[in-house]
T-cell receptor, first 115, second 117 residues
Framework: GAGVSQSPSNKVTEKGKDVELRCDPI?????LYWYRQSLGQGLEFLIY????????KSGLPSDRFSAERTGGSVSTLTIQRTQQEDSAVYLC?????????????FGPGTRLTVL | GENVEQHPSTLSVQEGDSAVIKCTYSDSASNYFPWYKQELGKGPQLIIDIRSNVGEKKDQRIAVTLNKTAKHFSLHITETQPEDSAVYFCAAKEARMGYSSASKIIFGSGTRLSIRP
């Protein structure tokens, strides 16, 4: 079956522009996560959606970052007024919840470059 | 919140030898500890996991051990092969009251494993 997909795969933008990154989770997965991975670094948690509950936004680095998840499926991560330090790979993952399985399935990521 | 530390950051072993990666976590209530493998240009993929009611789990050449008292867990890869070269991440899942599975997973900083031919 289809895995987690992300678009675009690569995004180059100019400093100060807004960008939107999209994640399509696996059908039936109620949990969705966004992570940021800077070059050669680990996975930095950004935000977590679980069903209809309020999202856990505790990892968002600034108010320039926001995310939404429409209809419990597709999610969009928006970065406003991009800065060069926002350059990284943004990874999305989805999983079941309610005790079925904790395994997170990751998408291939979106590589964001801010010039 | 949970904090996960991982060592070493890089590891080079001779093909056929064993590799060990170690992690510590801070929240004694964490109850799920997965290990992910990330190959170049791809997203991480789960290779093995362990829950807090188990001390060791093995899957072919890969094993994970958990010491709840010390809050340590380790990944062991035996008879390493070239295809084991990748970045490996440990992680721990926060435990929240009233949310059996609805809690985030915190990742370690990763270990770049290289297998020398």
């Amino acid at each position: 079956g289809a895995g987690v997909s992300q678009s675009p795969s690569n995004k180059v933008t100019e400093k100060g522009k807004d960008v939107e990154l999209r994640c399509d989770p696996i059908s039936g997965h109620t949990a969705l996560y966004w992570y940021r991975q800077s070059l050669g670094q680990g996975l930095e948690f950004l935000i977590y959606f679980q069903g209809n509950s309020a999202p856990d936004k505790s990892g968002l680095p600034s108010d320039r970052f926001s995310a939404e998840r429409t209809g419990g499926s597709v999610s969009t991560l928006t970065i406003q007024r991009t800065q060069q330090e926002d350059s990284a790979v943004y990874l999305c993952a989805s999983s079941f919840t309610s005790g079925r399985s904790d395994e997170q399935f990751f998408g291939p990521g979106t590589r964001l470059t801010v010039l | 919140g949970e904090n996960v530390e991982q060592h070493p950051s890089t590891l080079s072993v001779q093909e056929g030898d064993s590799a060990v990666i170690k992690c510590t976590y801070s929240d004694s209530a964490s109850n799920y500890f997965p290990w992910y493998k990330q190959e170049l240009g791809k997203g991480p993929q789960l290779i093995i996991d362990i829950r807090s009611n188990v001390g060791e789990k093995k899957d072919q050449r890969i094993a994970v051990t958990l010491n709840k008292t010390a809050k340590h867990f380790s990944l062991h890869i035996t008879e390493t092969q070239p295809e084991d070269s990748a970045v490996y991440f440990c992680a721990a899942k926060e435990a929240r009251m009233g949310y059996s599975s609805a809690s985030k997973i915190i990742f370690g900083s990763g270990t770049r494993l290289s297998i020398r031919p």
